[in-house]
């Protein structure tokens, strides 16, 4: 069929591969979800202070956050090397992966964050403080359960996006799916091996993402 | 219970400044049903939410229950507002919470054990009539619900005041007057005392003791709610009436009238209302008269009349007849 012979394709290797994708992606997205989560809430309670020094906090993790996220993924894995070694000890394969990963997702998601929380009503935090509830308790109490099914898509979003990087650290060596496209594919013209991967990326992230909707359904009230 | 002293809140800076209460002083006596009524941007929302400090005066003293709120620190402050509730015109419930969490929300806040928070919140179910939508959404519930679960909420915690930011102007009028006949069976049975803001009149004339028009940023009359009512001095508060009234009370003080007649407004309060007093006096002095306009309603539980008349004789004969039923206790006023 269009000159195409998958009996040369090794399952196995594509089964390995697979397990590596997920494993990046269930890791970087947890430790995603455990730096973006405050960060979007610190932007949030920031931004909304009147005093001129936390505005001015506000101001430089604003750009910081901006940075992170106009850098290319690729250049920022390849930037990243001597911070990943420090941390993970290498700067390749599953776990080298995670660390830039993460640094890369983190700021998006946060951002994200800071907007669902944007959307919770103003009304509903004041009635909280007009009970007495305290900066935190509004924090933990108010804000991010009302924000919930923001919050879920954009997590989903985020992960979505991770399965793209995972597969862009594919090309410095990264292990996983994305890789796999790259050697074969790429390098060998074993168009087989790409279209088999390619496929096995958008099979994941239509799970994800039907996951995802499942989720914030549920948890709509409105 | 409440005392504001000499409250300014201004809003904005330098050239942009809009004073939304200009050196206002009010005072709230416990236990009772006080009103504040004034047109859109006078100040209500302002002045109310300097109750509790949700905004907090640029300058002045909040005493809320001989505390000055003003001199709070942080944590004392949350403290405080814990004897504050407060209802607002859209609610403000939370979405993600059913009606149950939704009382139970200030309790949990103070740290209330669970046991005691079931026991509240039952009580509290009860006491506004949702028994049978404890685990519904608010998205689930009509307007008049959300305000019921609204009140269970800030009473939750057992407040000294209830504090009413315009808690019925999002409500059809059936559903209003079941909301605010919640709010006066509560001030009954709870002694707690209530500030509610409005800008209309039928809801002052409904529940409340004491009455203050506020007009940019300052209170222009102030007093009980048949004082204010029956005889109004200020020209907003006289609009405020007006409107009340309608157009036919301005359609009978243009009759036509001679030299001689009288075209007068009497106001029969309480007891009075009910009375023959107008015919027995004409028949004792021998004016005639003429009925152009009449209302009988109630402030709060007291009923009362006004009856614009036109007495016709001569000048002794309408003269003798307004010193009787004034002497009769109805108050009266020479229209023409
Ligand atoms: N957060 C704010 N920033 C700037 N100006 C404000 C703010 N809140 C209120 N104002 C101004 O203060 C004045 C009083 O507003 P306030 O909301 O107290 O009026 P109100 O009597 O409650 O009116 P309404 O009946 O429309 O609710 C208005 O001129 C308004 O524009
Ligand atoms: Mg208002």
């Known amino acids: ?222 | 219970m409440i005392e504001l002293k000499q409250v300014t809140k201004k809003y904005g800076k330098g050239a942009k400044t809009t004073e939304a209460l200009s050196g206002l002083d009010l005072t709230v006596h416990k236990g009772e049903i006080f009103g504040v009524i004034g047109h859109s941007g006078a100040g209500k929302s302002t002045l109310i939410r300097c109750m509790n400090l949700l905004e907090r005066p640029t300058s002045g003293e909040v005493w809320v229950d001989g505390v000055d709120l003003t001199k709070l620190g942080k944590q004392q402050l949350q403290t405080q507002r814990r004897k504050i509730g407060m209802i607002f015109q859209h609610f403000n419930l939370l979405s993600s919470a059913t009606v149950y969490d939704n009382i139970a929300f200030p309790l949990r806040l103070a740290h209330v054990d669970k046991t005691a928070v079931a026991a509240k919140v039952d009580e509290l179910l009860q006491l506004v009539g949702l028994e049978a939508h404890r685990d519904k959404y608010p998205a689930q519930l009509s307007g008049g619900q959300k305000q019921r679960v609204g009140i269970a909420r800030a009473l939750a915690s057992d407040p000294q005041v209830l504090l009413c930011d315009e808690a019925t102007s999002a409500l059809d009028p059936q559903t209003t007057d079941s909301i605010l006949k919640l709010l006066l069976d509560i001030n009954r049975k709870l002694h707690l005392t209530i500030v509610l803001i409005t800008h209309e009149m039928h809801v002052i004339q409904s529940i409340c003791d004491r009455v203050a028009v506020i007009h940019q940023g300052g209170i222009v009359e102030e007093g009980t709610v048949t004082d204010v009512f029956l005889k109004p001095k200020h020209p907003v508060t006289r609009e405020f009436i007006q409107g009340q009234a309608g157009e036919s009370a301005q359609l009978a003080l243009q009759a036509p009238h001679d030299g001689s007649s009288r075209i007068c407004k009497l106001t029969f309060l309480g007891e009075k209302t009910y009375d023959s007093i107008l015919s027995r006096t004409a028949r004792e002095t021998g004016v005639d008269f003429a009925i152009l306009q009449g209302t009988i309603s109630k402030i709060k539980d007291i009923p009362y009349g006004q009856l614009i008349v036109r007495l016709e004789g001569d000048a002794e004969t309408i003269e003798k007849t307004i010193q009787r039923v004034t002497a009769e206790g109805l108050d009266v006023e020479v229209m023409n």
């Open chain 1, 1 to 222: 069929m269009w000159g195409l012979d998958f009996s040369v394709l090794d399952w196995n290797e594509i089964g390995v591969a697979s397990l590596d994708t997920l494993k990046m992606l269930v890791a970087s997205a947890v430790f995603t979800f455990i730096l973006g989560l405050p960060l979007g809430v610190l932007l949030y309670q920031c931004s909304r202070s009147s005093s001129g020094w936390v505005r001015a906090v506000y101001n430089i993790l604003s750009v910081i956050v901006n940075i992170l996220r106009s850098v290319p993924f690729i250049i920022l894995i390849v930037a990243l090397i001597p911070f990943t070694v420090s941390i993970v000890g290498v700067s390749y394969g599953v776990l080298g992966t995670i660390p830039p990963l993460v640094i890369g997702a983190a700021p998006f998601f946060a951002r994200l964050v800071e907007t669902s929380l944007r959307e919770v009503d103003r009304g509903v935090l004041e009635a909280a403080q007009s009970m007495g509830a305290s900066t935190w308790q509004i924090i933990l109490k108010v804000l991010l359960p009302e924000a919930r099914p923001g919050l879920l898509a954009g997590l989903t979003i985020t992960v979505v996006t991770l399965v793209s990087y995972t597969a862009m650290s594919g090309m410095v060596g990264g292990g996983g799916l994305g890789d796999l496209a790259i050697r074969y594919g790429y390098y060998r013209y074993q168009k087989e091996v790409m279209i088999i991967s390619v496929l096995a990326m958008i099979v994941l992230v239509q799970l994800l993402q039907m996951a995802g909707d499942r989720l914030v359904r549920h948890f709509t009230r409105k």
